[in-house]
């Protein structure tokens, strides 16, 4: 599973893996204390929240890899699919 964290304003990167309650908890207790004024962000995964990410197969990664593809040669967006995505707004708006 991949998890993507923003970490400066020049884009996302990859997170190595999801770890569950306990190793959350032994790395902040081996972490050093912030300093004044110093922000840390942190998230914590229950067991139940890593499991049902593992149980997550119905994702199709070669549709999802063909979407990216698609995005970096930039032939994904097209006026056509916005015209269609405009369409379908304005339809739930009516």
């Given at each position: 599973?991949?998890?993507w964290g ?10 190595n893996a999801v770890?569950?309650v306990?190793?959350?908890q032994?790395a902040?207790?081996a972490?050093?204390?912030q ?9 914590t ?7 049902a990410a593992?149980a997550?197969?119905?994702i199709?990664f070669?549709r ?5 593809a698609a ?6 967006d097209?006026a056509?699919?916005?015209?269609i995505?405009?369409d379908?707004?304005?339809?739930r708006?009516?």
């Amino acid at each position: 599973m991949n998890v993507w964290g923003v970490f400066s304003t020049q884009g996302s990167q990859g997170l190595n893996a999801v770890k569950g309650v306990e190793a959350a908890q032994s790395a902040a207790a081996a972490a050093p204390q912030q300093g004044v004024g110093e922000v840390r962000d942190a998230v914590t995964l229950s067991v139940d929240a890593v499991r049902a990410a593992d149980a997550t197969a119905d994702i199709r990664f070669d549709r999802v890899n063909a979407i990216r593809a698609a995005i970096a040669d930039g032939s994904y967006d097209t006026a056509e699919k916005l015209d269609i995505a405009l369409d379908r707004l304005l339809d739930r708006l009516g």
